[in-house]
């Protein structure tokens, strides 16, 4: 057996209860940013930005919202800012089932659907299923029950040794691929849930002959190929989020939508659909 060493550093998160500034100071230095780095990008003083840190100085709404946008702070997480600062929460959290959000919702639905015969899933900010199409479920075969009881999460459907690692014609390279995703992922939100589940990942046991990282001969898009008793199908991914959201909930949505990579998939999944 072998594995990557892909330790994930858990981040420093600062609690309900401590200052604007120690938030500010933990997203600043996240980001890797010195404070005249920040200062000059939120257009204030060093001096002030100083202040504020160190809770010599107060800063007001338009002040928290404008340092996080210029640190890329999640919405979830500028709401706690604004929380630390005395300011109600700006954004909202709701149910993705909730009627506010109807319009997203089937937004969500009119993509998955809309995708058919080809497999397409949304997951929330931890990589759980929330919504998937009818052209998911048969690549599924054989999966571990326990796995593909809620909540779903779908990096560990992939790589764990009972679901569908042991399908995975190419599991070094899509294994090396998500690991990759997921620390650009703790990287931009620093969610110690995240890095838990990375650990987990990397610990999972990999056979040596797909324990091997692509080389620098690899395609742009890393193929996710999967042995089936059709032959081994072949899907390019994209990724697609909501534009400019101002729901939590709707702004951690993405939506994972798979591309044949070859006609043999493509003829493979029109056949699984008609035969549906």
Same mark, same amino acid.
């Given at each position: ?10 981040? @420093? ?39 504020? #840190? ?14 996080? *946008? ?16 005395? @300011? ?27 995708? *058919? ?82 650990? #987990? ?22 193929? @996710? ?16 989020? @909501? ?8 702004? *951690?949505?993405?939506? #994972? ?20």
């Amino acid at each position: 057996m072998a594995a990557m060493n892909t330790a994930a550093t858990t981040p @420093f998160q600062p609690g309900a209860r401590d200052p604007v500034g120690t938030h500010l100071r933990h997203w600043r230095q996240h980001r890797r940013l010195s404070q005249l780095d920040l200062a000059q990008a939120a257009d204030i003083s060093t001096r002030h930005l100083s202040c504020v #840190e160190t809770g010599r100085a107060a800063p007001s709404r338009e002040m928290v919202l404008r340092l996080a *946008e210029r640190l890329g702070v999640p919405l979830r997480e500028r709401n706690a800012l604004l929380v630390a600062a005395g @300011f109600a929460p700006m954004y909202r959290q709701r149910a993705l089932d909730d009627p506010a959000l109807d319009a997203a919702r089937r937004a969500v639905n009119l993509v998955l659907k809309g995708h *058919e015969p080809y497999p397409a899933l949304a997951i929330d900010r931890h990589w759980q299923l929330v919504a998937a199409n009818a052209a998911v479920a048969p690549l599924l075969d054989g999966i571990a029950p326990a796995l593909l009881k809620p909540p779903v999460n779908v990096l560990r459907l992939s790589l764990h040794p009972d679901g569908l690692a042991s399908r995975i014609a190419n599991l070094g390279a899509w294994r090396h691929h998500l690991l990759q995703r997921l620390q650009q992922q703790i990287a931009a939100t620093a969610d110690p849930v995240l890095v838990a589940l990375h650990d #987990e990942l990397a610990a999972y046991p990999v056979p040596q002959a797909g324990a091997a990282p692509p080389t620098d001969g690899s395609p742009v898009a890393v193929p @996710f190929q999967l042995r089936t008793a059709g032959g081994v199908l072949s899907f390019i991914s994209t990724t697609t989020v @909501f534009g400019t959201p101002v729901d939590v909930t709707v702004a *951690e949505i993405a939506l #994972e939508c798979m591309f044949p990579a070859d006609e043999l998939t493509a003829e493979h999944l029109r056949q699984l659909a008609a035969s549906a």
